[in-house]
């Protein structure tokens, strides 16, 4: 919600939140920025994972793109799967993923293999 919209004021009134979410865009200098287009914030990312799943759950993201999914479910002990047609977004999410295992040459935490 936008900061200030339903101040403790407002809510002791008896304001109610709204159902629309204030998030700020990918910061274009911000270290979370990968370069590809359609990027969403981890913030986002992390209150939909937040409230939908449990540590150790499955997470599913059939349009992948830069890999935000699985880098916010990896870090909240969420396992994932990623899937994307694109040779670039598969790019992306493989050098982004890769961050998340010390640049070891395995694949990051709650990463499945294919044909797993």
């Known amino acids: 919600m936008a900061p200030g919209l339903v101040t403790a004021e407002k809510a002791a009134r008896g304001k109610l939140p709204t ?39 499955w997470c599913l993201d059939p349009f992948a793109g830069s890999g935000t999914l699985a880098a916010v479910a990896a870090r909240l002990g969420r396992r994932f799967v990623l899937v994307d047609s694109s040779p ?18 395995g694949p990051p935490p709650g990463a499945v293999a294919p044909g797993s």
Do not use: C, F, M, N
């Open 88 to 105: 670039d977004a598969i790019a992306v999410a493989t050098r982004r993923l890769g961050a998340y295992a010390g640049g070891a040459s």
């Open 19 to 57: 159902d629309v979410w204030w998030h700020t865009i990918v910061s274009p200098t911000g270290k979370e920025k990968t370069g590809y287009p359609t990027q969403k914030p981890e913030g986002i990312l992390r209150r939909i994972v937040q409230a939908s799943s449990r540590p150790g759950d």
